[in-house]
Nanobody, 126 residues
């Protein structure tokens, strides 16, 4: 059974940093599509960052230059380093994973992924 468990959420002031972790179990390998999504009340899920099976990364424009996604394939952990945080980053952050689509592409939408964590709350105060 595949399980994804997020940790590292919390509350910080604007300009601060947080690092989210996602412990992954039950997958035969980590080199698949893995990503972080976030959701705020009344809004759709936003794909924040994704790392594909080759290790290439993609970021939402809203977080480029501030967030960094990485993974530890030995210890089966996905990370999201978040710097220069803004109040607009306040959301529940979800870790998600999926086997690559044709051509190696990763799903863009939250519901296109196959496995999800339960989320970690991140609150940024001004």
């Amino acid at each position: 059974q595949v399980q994804l468990v997020e940790s590292g959420g919390g509350s910080v002031q604007a300009g601060g940093s947080l690092r989210l972790s996602c412990a992954v179990s039950g997958l035969s390998r980590m080199t698949i599509c893995m990503g972080w999504f976030r959701q705020t009340p009344g809004k759709d899920y936003e794909r924040v960052a994704v790392i594909d099976s080759e290790g290439s990364t993609t970021y939402a424009d809203s977080v480029k230059g501030r967030f960094n996604i990485s993974r530890d394939n030995v210890n089966n952990i996905l990370y999201l380093q978040m710097d220069s945080l803004k109040p607009g980053d306040t959301a529940i952050y979800y870790c998600a994973a999926a086997w690559p689509l044709g051509g190696g592409y990763c799903p863009e939408h939250f519901y296109g992924m196959e496995y999800w964590g339960k989320g970690a709350r991140v609150t940024i105060s001004s």
